[in-house]
């Protein structure tokens, strides 16, 4: 055995090794981008699930009633929940709040100005105000249910509508 075939094995050894250090990365690599590839996914169809779930709400509720019925307190607080859905599906469609966000609270309240009421929204990571003017008296139909203007937690304002 000769100093030649020594050297020949040991760069061998390490040719197999740095094959198998590369390999081993990449295969890592892989597994964490697959990680973080789902968790996304699995994200998005959460998402997607709520505003589903939300969309059915609105669905339902603006389902035709029969005629000259009195309304009920169960309904009264069904129409103010619709409100405050409409005015979240409202501000979601226009960019301003997250699509994952949500209502942190299901009724209004109300305002100083006569007809406009205020919903609280939330994420993770902020709270809004979203105002909005009840202009008639329909509450199933999205046109009765303007925008006034969304205000984050800290009142910084991000929207407001022209007068």
């Not at 760069?11 to 740095?18: G, H, Q």
Request: charged fraction near 20%.
């Amino acid at each position: 055995m000769t100093e030649y075939d020594d050297m020949k094995r040991a760069t061998a050894r390490e040719w197999a090794a740095a094959r198998i250090v590369l390999i081993g990365g990449f295969a890592i690599a892989i597994v964490v981008a697959g990680y973080f590839a789902w968790q996304r996914h699995v994200e998005t169809v959460a998402a997607q699930q709520e505003q589903a779930q939300q969309m059915a709400a609105l669905a339902r509720a603006q389902q035709p009633r029969p005629a000259f019925k009195e309304t009920t307190q169960d309904e009264k607080a069904k129409g103010a929940m619709l409100f405050c859905a409409m005015e979240l599906v409202n501000a979601k469609n226009m960019g301003i709040v997250p699509q994952f966000g949500q209502l942190a609270s299901p009724l209004p309240r109300r305002t100083a100005t006569q007809g406009r009421y205020a919903c609280l929204a939330a994420t993770e990571v902020s709270k809004y105000v979203i105002e909005a003017d009840l202009v008639c008296r329909q509450i199933n139909d999205p046109k009765c249910v303007h925008l006034h203007s969304i205000k984050s937690d800290d009142g910084t304002v991000l929207y407001q509508a022209k007068s």
